[in-house]
């Protein structure tokens, strides 16, 4: 496929003009798309239209999407209880991705630090994140000020935790990937092919024990997953537990 029939066939699929042409077959970019930072990925084996679909995030979406599920009665479920989500809260997200469950902790009031060792998710991130500061509603804003971003390791910030003094330092991490039996979101596929290698639930607590001894770490796991020694508490939805951790 020549680069010129790709990039009208990109075009096609997003149904966009693309401003500059990141990408030929296998190759990964950057690019702006009406204003925000998008991260094209394309799957070396298989061209197919969903692998042109770039990557980008949108506090500004998650905010609305949970004024829907709010406004429908929606239970916001056990992250809620396992974080004791509030207006006073801080917590320290230590595996930030799409900033999904950030954007649920601003939403709920919580002061949040962010971290995020993958470059291209954190270049997105930040975007998103100065998308939010300017946006045009004032409590968009509002909860974007209560956030703060690093590119860093979670294990390897411990001045940074420190300092920010955390309630809760929670972790969703990508574990082994797993065969599951629903098709993961978009961001959770592309991250799967991109991110480095995931630890296994053994290394993870390891590293716990040695990086955040003395915090309150809450731990996202399937419930299939055995809980193991360091768990203290557990609140669990229909697929998804909570682990409170203390190392
Ligand atoms: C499953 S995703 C997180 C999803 C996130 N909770 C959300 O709502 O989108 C895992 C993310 O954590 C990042 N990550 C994994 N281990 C990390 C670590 N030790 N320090 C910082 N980030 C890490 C990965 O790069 C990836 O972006």
Same mark, same amino acid.
């Given at each position: 496929?020549?680069?010129?029939?790709?990039?009208?066939?990109?075009?096609?699929?997003?149904?966009?003009?693309?401003?500059?042409?990141?990408?030929?077959?296998?190759?990964?970019?950057?690019?702006?798309?009406?204003?925000?930072?998008?991260?094209?990925?394309?799957?070396?084996?298989?061209?197919?239209?969903?692998?042109?679909?770039?990557?980008?995030? #949108? $506090?500004?979406?998650?905010?609305?999407?949970? *004024?829907?599920?709010? !406004? @429908?009665? =929606?239970?916001?479920?056990?992250?809620?209880?396992?974080?004791?989500?509030?207006?006073?809260?801080?917590?320290?997200?230590?595996?930030?991705?799409?900033?999904?469950?950030?954007?649920?902790?601003?939403?709920?009031?919580?002061?949040?630090?962010?971290?995020?060792?993958?470059?291209?998710?954190?270049?997105?991130?930040?975007?998103?994140?100065?998308?939010?500061?300017?946006?045009?509603?004032?409590?968009?804003?509002?909860?974007?000020?209560?956030?703060?971003?690093?590119?860093?390791?979670?294990?390897?910030?411990?001045?940074?935790?420190?300092?920010?003094?955390? #309630? $809760?330092?929670?972790?969703?991490?990508?574990? *082994?990937?797993?065969? !599951? @039996?629903? =098709?993961?979101?978009?961001?959770?596929?592309?991250?799967?092919?991109?991110?480095?290698?995931?630890?296994?639930?053994?290394?993870?607590?390891?590293?716990?024990?040695?990086?955040?001894?003395?915090?309150?770490?809450?731990?996202?796991?399937?419930?299939?997953?055995?809980?193991?020694?360091?768990?203290?508490?557990?609140?669990?939805?229909?697929?998804?537990?909570?682990?409170?951790?203390?190392?």
């Amino acid at each position: 496929m020549s680069e010129q029939v790709f990039l009208q066939h990109l075009e096609e699929v997003l149904d966009q003009k693309i401003e500059r042409a990141p990408l030929a077959k296998g190759q990964t970019g950057f690019a702006f798309f009406n204003g925000a930072l998008q991260y094209f990925f394309v799957d070396k084996e298989s061209l197919t239209a969903s692998s042109y679909r770039p990557l980008s995030f #949108d $506090f500004g979406s998650m905010f609305e999407i949970l *004024e829907q599920q709010k !406004r @429908k009665g =929606l239970s916001p479920g056990p992250l809620l209880k396992a974080l004791k989500l509030s207006k006073k809260v801080k917590i320290v997200d230590g595996t930030c991705g799409s900033g999904e469950d950030t954007a649920f902790f601003l939403f709920h009031g919580a002061k949040v630090l962010a971290l995020e060792r993958d470059p291209r998710v954190f270049a997105l991130l930040l975007d998103a994140h100065r998308r939010a500061r300017e946006d045009s509603q004032a409590l968009v804003r509002e909860r974007a000020e209560r956030l703060e971003i690093i590119h860093a390791d979670v294990f390897n910030s411990s001045c940074a935790i420190e300092k920010f003094a955390p #309630d $809760f330092v929670y972790l969703d991490p990508m574990w *082994e990937f797993e065969q !599951r @039996k629903a =098709l993961p979101r978009k961001e959770m596929k592309i991250f799967a092919q991109i991110l480095q290698r995931p630890l296994s639930q053994e290394e993870f607590l390891q590293e716990i024990k040695r990086h955040l001894v003395g915090y309150k770490v809450v731990l996202k796991r399937s419930r299939k997953h055995p809980k193991g020694p360091l768990v203290n508490a557990s609140y669990a939805g229909k697929t998804t537990r909570y682990d409170l951790v203390l190392a």
